[in-house]
């Protein structure tokens, strides 16, 4: 199970030779999104990575969609940019941890501890 998450949304330079890109589905009206960089240090492979608006019980699809990110791997999603909410699970769907108001915004970088 993972571990209570602490995100740290850190605004900071993308360098796209070193970063690996998954694919999100297409959850997101085109134009709508910026790139993030999601660090993944929970100990476990993220499978699924969800956002609700700030104290809304509604959550979108998965983010991640057939992409996963293993522990110590870095990923780039396009996310829409703003105030979120963001819950991660493993792949057996455990964990359901979620951090409360996350400033997504271009380049800003997501680490999962």
Partial sequence: ??????????????????????SS?????????VPV??????????????????????WTGDVLGSATVPEGATRT??????????RIENCQHEGGSILRGARIARGSALVLQ
């Fill in 77 to 86: 999603i396009r996310v829409p940019p703003g105030n979120w909410d963001v």
């Fill in 1 to 22: 199970m993972l571990a209570p998450v602490r995100l740290f949304a850190a605004s900071l330079l993308l360098f796209a030779s070193s970063v690996a890109c998954a």
């Fill in 25 to 33: 589905p297409a959850v997101f009206a085109d134009g709508m999104t």
């Fill in 37 to 58: 960089s999601l660090v993944n240090r929970t100990g476990e492979t993220i499978c699924f990575l969800y956002l609700s608006p700030i104290n809304d019980d509604s």
